[in-house]
């Protein structure tokens, strides 16, 4: 059977680094690097895992949250609960990103973005980033890096939990689960309700165009989790899971202010062992996005809903002891169903790569090869390589280089009066240096970073036409600096994680728009007998919200504190005081955000 890479180093790259509430003691192992089970330790890429007990302890009320606070991550959102929320992971564009939810494909094949806002965090057992592109093992949308999103797995006996939560904006949070595993059979099913009257999402906009809509603009999303599966005694495994998420979300537009909408996502995977050293895993999957817009007078406006119709095929054969050698190949559907006339409605993409991690006492190696053919744009061969040494007990360096690319969206080539059927991927290569360290007193990592973009996507307007239609007609260079520390200061478990940021469009010598080239997190924790108290410091650096950098957005500093109460050994009351200084703060120009808030919530667990 085949087994997890690991090594003896214990500095966990960024599982421990990063600003969690509860540190973990030993490596963790995650396969979202890899599409094979590693030591994070082993890793040649930065990566940041959030458990359920993290997210639990660190308050979060919804996924755009965590991931703000997360280092190398940059969100900004469209005035406040439910709202768009655009992810950036190290400087990337918001499409850079490829998202996963149990190794399935997610996200809108029109916009190219992922709806981060209406994915339920009630649901979500882990959480994997790994920063830098994965194109070689990924293809498509991984030019900043990966976000796999775990649902929840039963495990043990059987767990019966219940979530109440109450705050500021009329909020109601209500959340059930039960999971456990039984002779070989893990089974999990979750619900929730989340229900907010929100606040005013928009500042007036004047003009012939503007808008002035002075209301609470409120969202609730009902959710449900499903997933089970067995595992026989021969080690072969069976699973099948769905996540789905339907509601409403109330925004100010002039032509569009609610949205009902539809996350789903569907999947079945078979995990064989043809021999010892040779384990084979099928998988398939659908994800929708879906998303009916109304006008302001509660009217019907337009449509948009795709599919992405998903199989792979992941073969992982041992080496000897030191290596594991992964064959795949993927296939992937898009197809558009809306009351927009788009030229092409659906396209395809098959990729087979193959990997190598090795791991040769104090080295260890990563190299893989990809291509992917593309119905729209033909055919893309991306590559990678990593090195890791471990310089003694406690210090790790690393090194890596990889090159990326992104399919443009069917908005871009086919949306009628504006797409360009004759645009090039963007493209992309990488490079990283990291040095990671685990004294006794703490964890501490410095990563160095350059990502240089090719053939960038924007839109212009041709002189000829008066038309506007989108061009590959830029690039960027993006230069950072990731600096984590953790450590037990008098008492109090204490993380410090830094992000420095050089966006620039190479072209226009113009900082890219919506990333904070300063991001700084700060939390602090200490548990008193039954109480645990807590805080957190967000900052961010200024930004601008346009191409030319005309409009800017001042930075902010947020302060949360959190408590806890251990009720029982089943029963823990908890209580957020979000935004304690009330700062008046905007991460979109003329968007709001929450002022001063609370959130009480009561949480039981059977075991």
């Not at 979530?163 to 619900?191: F, I």
């Not at 005013?200 to 999303?221: C, E, L, S, T």
């Not at 959190?562 to 979000?578: Q, T």
Request: proline residues 4%; glycine residues 10%.
């Amino acid at each position: 059977m085949i087994r997890p890479i690991s090594v003896g180093l214990c500095c966990t790259a960024c599982a421990v680094l990063s600003p969690h509430i509860h540190a973990a003691k030993t490596p963790e192992v995650v396969v979202t690097g890899t599409r094979h089970p590693v030591s994070i330790d082993a890793l040649p890429a930065a990566a940041t895992v959030y458990t359920r007990e993290q997210i639990e302890g660190l308050q979060y009320q919804a996924l755009p949250e965590l991931l703000n606070q997360s280092i190398g991550l940059d969100i900004v959102q469209n005035g406040g609960p439910g709202k768009a929320a655009t992810l950036y992971i190290r400087g990337s564009e918001a499409d850079h990103v490829l998202v996963l939810v149990d190794g399935i494909r997610v996200g809108s094949a029109t916009l190219g973005l992922t709806a981060f806002q209406l994915i339920p965090i009630y649901q979500i057992e882990r959480i994997e980033i790994l920063r830098g592109p994965q194109s070689s093992i990924y293809g498509s949308e991984a030019i900043g890096g990966v976000l796999q999103i775990f649902t929840r797995k039963g495990s043990g006996p059987t767990n019966f939990g219940v979530t109440t939560a109450g705050g500021t904006y009329k909020t109601v949070q209500l959340g059930a689960s039960v999971n456990g595993k039984h002779n070989g059979t893990h089974y999990s099913v979750a619900a929730s309700h989340d229900r907010t009257d929100g606040f005013d999402a928009r500042k007036p906009v004047p003009g012939p165009f503007g808008f002035d809509q002075p209301d609470d603009d409120g969202h609730d999303n009902t959710a449900i989790q499903i997933r089970a599966g067995h595992q026989t005694q021969s080690g072969n495994e069976y699973e099948a899971f769905i996540l789905r998420a339907d509601g409403q979300t109330d925004f100010d537009g002039s032509f569009e202010d609610s949205e009902e909408f539809v996350q789903q996502v569907l999947g079945a995977s078979a995990t064989f062992n043809p021999t010892n050293n040779w384990q084979s895993i099928l998988r398939i999957g659908e994800s929708r996005d879906d998303s009916d817009n109304f006008a302001p007078d509660g009217s019907f406006s337009s449509t948009f809903n795709t599919k992405r119709k998903q199989a792979y095929w992941i073969n992982n054969v041992e080496l000897g002891s030191n290596g594991v050698l992964t064959l795949g190949a993927d296939y992937l559907e898009d197809v558009v169903d809306s009351t927009s006339a788009f030229t092409e409605t659906s396209r395809d993409n098959i990729g087979v790569y193959g990997q190598y991690l090795a791991d040769y006492g104090d080295h260890q190696v990563t190299l893989s090869l990809r291509n992917d053919d593309n119905q729209a744009f033909g055919s893309e061969t991306t590559g990678g390589i990593g090195w890791g040494y471990r310089w003694s007990n406690a210090i790790r360096v690393y090194l890596r280089a990889g090159n990326a690319f992104k399919a443009p969206t069917f908005n871009e080539l086919y949306f009628p009066g504006f797409g360009n059927p004759d645009l090039d991927p963007e493209t992309a290569v990488s490079y990283e240096a990291g040095l990671e360290g685990s004294p006794r007193w703490g964890r501490w990592a410095l990563r160095l970073f350059r990502n240089d973009v090719d053939n960038l996507i924007i839109t212009t307007m041709d002189p000829a036409t008066g038309l506007f239609e989108p061009k590959n007609v830029e690039a960027a260079r993006i230069d950072g600096l990731e600096a984590e520390v953790t450590a037990l200061l008098g008492g109090w478990q204490t993380s410090v994680a830094l992000t420095l940021l050089d966006p620039v469009n190479n072209t226009t010598g113009a900082q890219l728009p919506r990333r904070a080239k300063e991001s700084l997190s700060i939390n602090a924790t200490r548990r008193f007998n039954r109480f645990i108290l807590g805080g957190r410091i967000l900052a961010k650096g200024d930004r601008f919200d346009d191409e030319v950098n005309a409009i800017p957005v001042d930075g902010y500093v947020v302060v949360d504190l959190l408590a806890e109460y251990l009720i029982s050994e089943s029963f823990i009351l908890k209580v957020k005081v979000g935004n304690l200084l009330d700062e008046d703060y905007e991460e979109v120009s003329g968007f709001n955000t929450a002022g001063r808030n609370f959130l009480l919530t009561l949480r039981y667990s059977s075991r």
